[in-house]
Each structure stands twice: as structure tokens, then as C-alpha cells.
């Protein structure tokens, strides 16, 4: 007999498409047709080379530390080629910080005491999801640990680490920040909706439908039970302030929902806006700063002083070549002077085969993309990548050190 065929009596209509999901949903669970949440991947192993290029040392040190049995040791491949899962990479930065220990700083970035944790905020915008990707995959990648919190519904950064919530009813815990900062009694911990990824030293929090709820639970409080508009995003600071201890940067990929949006404002100690090189869209992003300036504007007549170490502008999915976006970047530099990043991300086929994939390119071997395209691509996200840590160290008062390393490699690169 189907379960519907006897519906409670007086039931209302939206009693009766919750039963219905109730049913549809047990049933799903008790077939094994529950989509999968998360697609397994490895990450591939680095050479020797890109190693050596990582820690900044040459690539026969590397070796005669592997041939003297010191550090981690690598993998051997055919011919006698040596590489080192991202694993192994960190575990050799806590080997050279150890024996080098004049140079731990540029071996093992990770914050010290007294230092604060960095949260950075990507505006949403042209190449936002790209942006943060690759930013936090970057930061793992050179020994920072990393948390990436998507406040997209759609979960697009989420994707791009193998995790997909086509429905979040078939979890029986909320995974995404909704959980965090629920109004209701079922609000859980930050740390039960941190998931790991593939990427050692990098975790994430996903972006589901669950947070149009929390825009929508927010928005009727606001108009009914006297919520104040920046009152939400306290929630967002206290929730990160739990995790605090466990982490060097977070990188908030901020989604289309306004209170969530203030949230990650008032919590990130840096913002960064990414533009296309397009009058239109010059327009459009001038537009959205009037939005992210209203946003600070609340807060601040909350009485809560927003003090931004840095807020920075990154010119995204660029064509150097193309006359009208030459102009389009020389105006963005006189109009934002040094707040606009120095290098720009190209526009890149490599980078959108790899976005295809639903891969970045630091977990594609060049062949997969095309050699050519792949290292010009990387160069000019490894660029952009520097000067952002090279903030973070300024922050921390440290020496800058990752855009002259960057600048040593793309000439290494072009040689």
C-alpha cells in the first residue's frame, strides 16, 4: 500500500509537501539512492622540481637530502625520479624549519604566537569562486594551514573539492555554515561542519541551500522580531572565533545572500574584490562597492568599528593583448593606486579545461591542459597568490618574501 494513500486528515499544504519529502526521502535512503556526496580523489605527488620551487631551495639539495636518508622519503618513479605528496611536503618543511632554523620562517609560515588569524573575504564578483580556489589551495600548498568557507547555496567551491549536496535532507547533520549560526536549538559547533579535503593542511566548509534558509530566518526576524541588520553576523565571528587556534588564514568565498554577506565582512580582517578589465563591469563593480560600503556602514552604527587590515581590488580573466582592457586596467590603477593587486590573472584556457575537470591546476600534471598555456596560467595565479601572502606577512610584521620568490620563478620559467 503507498504510504500517501491515507494522509492525515485537515493537513495543510505545506504539511503535506513536508510529509511527502519525508517519505520520498526514507524511501531514497531505504533503495541505496542517495547521491553521493563526495566524489574521492587523491592528489597527485609533486616532482622534485615543483618541490624545489616550492620550499624555495635547488633541486640537488632536495636530492642529497633524499640519498643521505633525511626528511620524508619520497616516492621513486621511473629513472630513479623522486616526488612527495603534499603530505610529505609539509613534513620536509618541518624538517628544514628544524635544521635551518634562521630560515623556519620561510620553511614554516604558519602563524606564531600573538599573531591573528587572517580572514579574507572574496567579494562575490567576476572570477570569485576561481579566486578563491586557487588562493586557498595556494596557502596549503606553501605550509599555511587553510579553512574555505563557501556561503554560496550552490556549493560552487565546494565542487571544485569533489563535495556535492544535490540535497541536503538525505544528512542527518546540516554541513554547511547554516549549522553554525542557526537561530534554532539544533545550532551545532563550527568544528561538526568542517570537512577535510584532499589537500593536506586545507579543510572546508560547504555551501549549501541551508543558507538561503538562514537569509530567510534572518530576514523575518529582521522584520518581525527586531533584529538589527549586522545582529546576524556576530554569529559568523563567534562561530570562527572557535576555531581560531586551528588555523593561519581563512578564505570566505562570499555567496549572494546579504546578511551572510555582512557576516563574512565583519569577520574578515582583509576583502578582496575581483573585476574584470571591462568598462560594463568596472561599472557593475563600482556598483557593488556602494553595497559592501552599506554593509560596513551598519556595522559601524552598531557600534562595532570594522578595521580592515587591507582591502584589495584583483583584475580577473584579463586579455593583456586586447587594446581596450589595457585601458580598462591603466584607469583601475590611477582610480585605486596601490589598493589594485600588481598582477592580474589572464584569461586562461588552461584554466577553464581544468574548471571543466572540476580539477585546479596545482592537481593537473601540464600535459593535461597544454604545457604553454599551464605555466603562463600558473604564473600569473602564483603571482597573485605572493602578493596576497606577502600582505598577510606585512600583517604579521613580517619581511615580504613570496613576490621576489615568485618574480625569480617566472623568470626561471620564461628563460
Not at 46 to 64: D, K, M, P
Request: proline letters at 5%; a negative charge.
Amino acid at each position: 500500500m503507498p504510504r500517501s494513500e491515507n494522509p492525515p486528515q485537515m493537513e495543510t499544504t505545506s504539511e503535506r509537501i513536508e510529509r511527502h519529502i519525508k517519505e520520498l526521502s526514507d524511501g531514497l535512503i531505504e533503495r541505496g539512492a542517495v547521491p553521493s556526496f563526495r566524489d574521492e580523489r587523491p592528489l597527485r605527488s609533486f616532482s622534485l622540481g615543483e618541490v624545489a620551487e616550492i620550499l624555495g631551495v635547488s633541486g640537488s639539495y632536495l636530492r642529497q637530502l633524499s640519498i643521505d636518508g633525511l626528511g620524508p622519503t619520497p616516492e621513486l618513479g621511473t629513472a630513479g625520479r623522486r616526488s612527495y605528496t603534499l603530505r610529505q611536503i609539509n613534513e620536509l618543511r618541518a624538517y628544514l624549519a628544524s635544521a635551518r632554523q634562521k630560515e623556519a620562517l620561510k620553511f614554516c609560515p604558519r602563524r606564531r604566537e600573538g599573531e591573528k588569524l587572517q580572514i579574507i573575504s572574496v567579494a562575490s564578483g567576476p572570477g570569485s569562486t576561481t579566486t578563491s580556489l586557487y588562493l586557498a589551495q595556494g596557502l596549503a600548498i606553501q605550509g599555511y594551514r587553510v579553512l574555505a568557507i563557501d556561503l554560496d547555496p550552490n556549493g560552487s567551491l565546494s565542487k571544485m573539492f569533489g563535495y556535492y549536496f544535490p540535497d541536503i535532507l538525505f544528512s542527518e547533520h546540516p554541513v554547511s555554515m547554516y549549522g553554525a549560526l542557526s537561530y534554532n536549538d539544533d545550532r551545532v559547533s563550527m568544528r561538526s561542519v568542517i570537512l577535510s579535503t584532499h589537500f593536506d593542511g586545507l579543510d572546508l566548509v560547504a555551501g549549501t541551500f541551508e543558507l538561503d534558509r538562514f537569509e530567510s530566518e534572518s530576514t523575518r526576524r529582521f522584520h518581525n522580531e527586531n533584529l538589527r541588520y549586522p545582529d546576524a553576523s556576530i554569529k559568523m565571528v563567534s562561530a570562527l572565533k572557535e576555531v581560531e587556534a586551528d588555523y593561519d588564514v581563512v578564505v570566505v568565498h562570499c555567496g549572494r545572500g546579504s546578511f551572510l554577506t555582512a557576516g563574512a565582512y565583519e569577520a574578515a580582517t582583509g576583502v578582496l574584490v575581483t573585476v574584470r578589465p571591462q568598462w560594463p563591469e568596472i561599472v557593475s563593480m563600482t556598483m557593488s562597492l556602494d553595497y559592501y560600503a552599506h554593509n560596513i556602514s551598519l556595522i559601524e552604527k552598531a557600534g562595532r568599528p570594522v578595521n580592515h587590515d587591507f582591502t584589495k581590488y584583483l583584475v580577473t580573466r584579463h586579455d593583456p593583448r586586447d587594446v581596450s582592457e589595457q585601458e580598462a586596467v591603466a584607469f583601475l590603477r590611477y582610480s585605486l593606486g596601490d589598493d589594485l593587486l600588481t598582477a592580474t590573472v589572464w584569461e586562461s584556457d588552461a584554466i577553464s579545461e581544468a574548471w571543466l575537470k572540476k580539477r585546479s591546476l596545482y592537481e593537473l600534471l601540464a600535459g593535461a591542459v597544454g604545457r604553454s598555456a599551464y605555466e603562463q596560467a600558473m604564473e600569473t595565479l602564483n603571482s597573485t597568490n605572493a602578493e596576497v601572502m606577502d600582505l598577510i606577512s606585512e600583517v604579521w610584521g613580517r619581511p615580504p618574501m613570496y613576490v621576489s620568490r615568485a618574480s625569480r620563478t617566472a623568470g626561471k620559467a620564461s628563460s
